[in-house]
């Protein structure tokens, strides 16, 4: 059974603040996308990243896929308050369907 | 582009009783996958559908089962419900099944009383 382990589980920072979230696993994925969620809604998608060593950047938003596609990162620079929901990552063992594995996530709060 | 849309968006079952969710996805998808979401379990996958046909399931007992119609629009339903079933209920749909980008729809919050 593939897992995707994701810390910290809870993080709380000023606005202004940088902040890096972790998404580890003992499987290799072929893909590794990052989503967010506010309350009451679905996760959007933020980022697929595909190829080891990748590094992706949407604005203050940067990510990275580890070398051997077993660990991604996302780090965001200068956090806003527009930034707080829950950080998903979720991996696709390439199977053909869509049966991602997804992190239990990282609830982000920033305060102003 | 009309989204994911997921009926209805919140309902309220009693314990044994049966429950079928509904799921409307994008124009021109023809996949379309179930999620519950948990705080405790986070999101699990349950199953996957492409051109009426079930690809993929997950780990969920028989109680939970789906289907896919020929305008991809598909159901979900949770037989004899248990407690712990209480759950969003999150359906994505996309294009094709290479696995790369899904939409996810705002989902069914369902609570077993």
């Known amino acids: 059974t593939q897992l995707l382990e994701q810390s910290p589980q809870f993080l709380s920072i000023q606005e202004g603040e940088n902040l890096t979230v972790y998404c580890n696993s003992s499987s290799v994925f072929s893909s590794l996308q990052w989503y967010r969620q506010e309350p009451g809604e679905g996760p959007v998608l933020l980022v697929t990243v595909v190829t080891g060593g990748e590094v992706k950047k949407l604005k203050r938003l940067t990510f990275q896929f580890g070398d051997a596609r077993k660990d991604s990162s996302l780090h965001i620079t200068a956090a806003q308050t527009g930034d707080t929901g829950l950080y998903l990552c979720?991996?696709?063992?390439?199977?053909?369907?869509?049966?991602?594995?997804f992190g239990k996530g990282t609830k982000l709060s920033v305060i102003p | 582009k009309a989204g994911v849309t997921q009926t209805p968006r919140y309902l309220i079952k009693t314990r044994g009783q049966q429950v079928t969710l509904s799921c409307s996805p994008i124009s021109g998808h023809r996949s379309v996958s179930w999620y519950q979401q948990t705080p405790g379990q986070g999101l699990q996958f349950l199953f996957e559908?492409?051109?009426?046909?079930?690809?993929n399931k997950g780990n969920f007992p028989g109680r939970f089962s789906g289907r896919q119609f020929s305008n991809s629009r598909s159901e979900m339903n949770v037989s004899t419900l248990e407690l712990g079933d209480s759950a969003l209920y999150l359906c994505?749909?996309?294009?094709?099944?290479?696995?790369?980008?899904?939409?996810f729809g705002e989902g069914s919050w369902l609570t077993v009383v």
């Open positions: 979720a991996g696709d063992n390439g199977a053909g369907s869509y049966q991602l594995t």
């Open positions: 994505a749909s996309s294009p094709d099944s290479s696995g790369n980008t899904i939409y």
């Open positions: 559908y492409f051109s009426e046909t079930q690809r």
